[in-house]
């Protein structure tokens, strides 16, 4: 019956989110977004930027870091999606493309995190093809692996984790824990 396997499915997340490790807390998140709100404003205040929010996983750094970007600036969103909720990578899907103007100007791209780096990598080369004088990466998380594609880089970062699987602050396990309020790494045990 439908209804007890969505219970089953709700029992399985609520045990990630109480077995996971806190490798960043709701405080670390923030101290970070501050630093990178500074480096942004360092290197393209003044430049009428784009800030183009990768959807869903860069929904809640495009909300914290905007109101610290202290100048004019304009917010789009694309939804681009490489797991589908699933827990490893995949082809990249574009569901929505942005709608404001991306020539002539720079594109911010905010996604959650720089792992492969295929996500990142398409979304500047799209905005690069569109006209972009600059496609400038802005990821909460960059996972510290070899796995990384050629040409695959942001230009702010705010923390660093292991490789590991994680969740929160805009990162989801399974299509939930988005808004859990911290970086979490799930027990590599539940990820075999
Ligand atoms: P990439 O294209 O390989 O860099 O993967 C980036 C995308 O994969 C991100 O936008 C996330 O949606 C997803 N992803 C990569 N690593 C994780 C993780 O540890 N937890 C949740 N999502 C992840
Ligand atoms: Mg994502």
Not at 17 to 42: H, Y
Not at 167 to 183: C, E, S, V
Request: some cysteine.
């Amino acid at each position: 019956m439908i209804l007890n396997a969505l219970h089953a499915d709700t029992l399985d997340i609520e045990r990630i989110r109480q077995t996971a490790t806190c490798l960043f807390d709701d405080k670390a998140c923030d101290a970070a977004i501050v630093r990178m709100a500074e480096k942004i404003t360092r290197d393209l205040a003044g430049s009428d930027p784009l800030l183009l929010c990768v959807m869903n996983g860069g929904l809640i750094l495009t909300g914290r870091l905007a109101p610290l970007l202290d100048f004019p600036l304009q917010i789009d969103y694309l939804h681009a999606t490489r797991y589908r909720d699933e827990v490893r990578g995949g082809e990249l899907n574009w569901l929505s493309y942005p709608r404001e103007r991306l020539a002539g100007r720079p594109v911010i791209v905010v996604d959650d995190i720089l792992d492969e780096g295929n996500t990142l990598k398409a979304v500047c080369d799209y905005a690069l093809e569109q006209g972009a004088t600059k496609a400038y990466g802005a990821v909460l998380v960059e996972k510290l692996h070899e796995r990384r594609i050629h040409g695959a880089r942001a230009e702010c970062i705010g923390l660093q984790i292991e490789d590991r699987f994680v969740f929160g602050f805009g990162l989801d396990y399974k299509g939930y824990l988005r808004n859990a309020p911290g970086i979490f790494a799930v027990p590599d045990a539940e990820l075999e």
